[in-house]
Each structure stands twice: as C-alpha cells, then as structure tokens.
C-alpha cells in the first residue's frame, strides 16, 4: 500500500488488510479509494467493492459475519454496513453502493479489527482461491 498522508496512522493496518481482500476497490489517489475518519463517538473506514466481481458477495458475507455477528454472547463492538447517496439523485449500486466499518472509539482500535479479521476470513486473503475453497466447503 503506498503511503496515505491522508488517514490517520491508526488507520494504516486496517487499510492495509482490506487492500488485500478480493473486490475491494482502490485506486491511485493519495486515499486508494478508501475514506477514514473519527471523532469522540466512533471511528469509521468506508471503501467500495466492485460487484461484478465473483467473490463479492462472499465479501459481503464474510465482513458482515466477522464485524456484526461472529458471537451472539460476545459481538464486537464494530458494524459493517453498506451506505449510499439517494439512488433517485446517482444511479445503481455498481457505481455508487458503498461499504462502511464502525465502531466506538473507545471499544476497539482499528489496528485489533484488522487482526480480528485476518483471523477469520480465508487465508491468505488475497488468494482467491482461499475463497473459493471457502465456498465448497460450505455447500
């Protein structure tokens, strides 16, 4: 990942990880895609995924699994969620669906969600056949 002058540094492991992971979209500005942010009630990461590709939804489940749902007894105090302009005013999701991380600010570092996640989605993450194989296991 190149240098992002433009987030936090506490960002930077977060980042790191979702530039890895399959569909996730960047591109070459000085944020690759990415937005970030945080004030005193909860830090945010929002980023595209490119929907037509063939792992996204996989994605999608995935994230939502780990960050909303992965202990009933126990949840993480993060949310993934998908946010967007009104679609009357944009155009379709392809282009304008994004996808946003949240948590507390002072329940969880974004540096621990990033190992939260490295943890539990396929590994290595950026091996798209780890997520294949993912996929037939569950079938």
């Known amino acids: 990942m190149e240098d992002t002058d433009d ?3 506490r960002f930077k492991k977060l980042l ?5 992971v399959p569909s996730v979209q960047t ?3 000085p ?3 990415f937005g970030s942010g945080s004030d005193d009630q909860l830090w945010w990461v929002k980023f595209s995924l490119d929907l037509e590709h063939p792992l996204a939804w996989s994605v ?3 994230l939502a699994y780990v960050l909303n749902t992965l202990s009933l007894r126990e949840p993480l105090p993060t ?3 998908p946010v967007s302009p009104p679609p ?3 155009g379709g999701a392809v282009e304008f669906l994004s996808w946003v991380i949240e948590c507390p600010t002072n329940e969880m570092e974004p540096d621990i969600v990033a190992e939260w996640l490295e943890g539990r989605l396929p590994r290595p993450v950026d091996d798209e056949d780890a997520w294949s194989d ?3 296991e569950s079938a």
């Not at 790191?16 to 890895?20: G, H, T, V």
């Open 134 to 136: 993912e996929e037939e």
């Open 7 to 9: 987030h936090d540094p």
């Open 16 to 20: 790191e990880f979702l530039e890895r």
């Open 27 to 29: 591109n070459a500005t």
């Open 88 to 90: 009357y005013l944009n």
């Open 31 to 33: 944020c690759r895609g």
């Open 60 to 62: 999608v489940q995935e």
């Open 79 to 81: 949310m993934f969620k």
